[in-house]
T-cell receptor, first 112, second 116 residues
């Protein structure tokens, strides 16, 4: 399976701290994406990093990709209570077809 | 801002009944998807749809499931004979698709299906 697997499964931090979530996957990819899901809601796209990119920033988000290790990390800096959500990595296979596969997710809880 | 809309937001049905979940993808998107999420669990890929045909489907998407784009705007998921284990949140998504890759997926808010 090319499915991403995130760790940790759950993370609890204080407001203002940084949160780091990791994702590992198994097969070659075209790109890797991170999504956020508030409880009971739809997923919202955060950032996409292509297989030929190593790092990408968007506001307080920083994503890295290491294709040699088949891993990615999402860093949220200066976290806020509103960042409390589940975060999923998703991989898009490089073997054709249209199939974005999601990992199991990290539940982030930011305490005010 | 364009969005993916899904109806109904919640449907309760008896085991063995047929269910149709409806989605209106973003109008200029070419790729459409259904995912499901059992409460508190991972988001599972069901099927992708492009150019009026299924592009990929998972092992979950068996003969009980079908998808259709009946009128150029709606995208539907039909479950022919629901089982208890079909109870889940079903998400529709669409994407523009860039250079043959799916790119960013835009999700609807989901349809919660409860099978009794």
């Amino acid at each position: 399976s090319q499915q991403g697997e995130e760790d940790p499964q759950a993370l609890s931090i204080q407001e203002g701290e940084n949160a780091t979530m990791n994702c590992s996957y198994k097969t070659s990819i075209n790109n890797l994406q991170w999504y956020r899901q508030n409880s009971g809601r739809g997923l919202v796209h955060l950032i996409l990093i292509r297989s030929n990119e190593r790092e990408k920033h968007s506001g307080r988000l920083r994503v890295t990709l290491d294709t040699s290790k088949k891993s990615s990390s999402l860093l949220i800096t200066a976290s806020r209570a509103a960042d409390t959500a589940s975060y999923f990595c998703a991989t898009d296979a490089s073997t054709g077809g249209f199939k974005t596969i999601f990992g199991a997710g990290t539940r982030l809880f930011v305490k005010a | 801002e364009p969005e993916v809309t899904q109806t109904p937001s919640h449907q309760v049905t008896q085991m063995g009944q047929e269910v149709i979940l409806r989605c209106v993808p973003i109008s200029n998107h070419l790729y459409f998807y259904w995912y499901r999420q059992i409460l508190g669990q991972k988001v599972e890929f069901l099927v992708s749809f492009y150019n009026n045909e299924i592009s990929e489907k998972s092992e979950i998407f068996d003969d009980q499931f079908s998808v259709e784009r009946p009128d150029g705007s709606n995208f539907t998921l039909k479950i022919r004979s629901t089982k208890l284990e079909d109870s889940a949140m079903y998400f529709c998504a669409s994407s523009e698709g860039v250079a043959g890759n799916t790119g960013e997926l835009f999700f609807g808010e989901g349809s919660r299906l409860t099978v009794l």
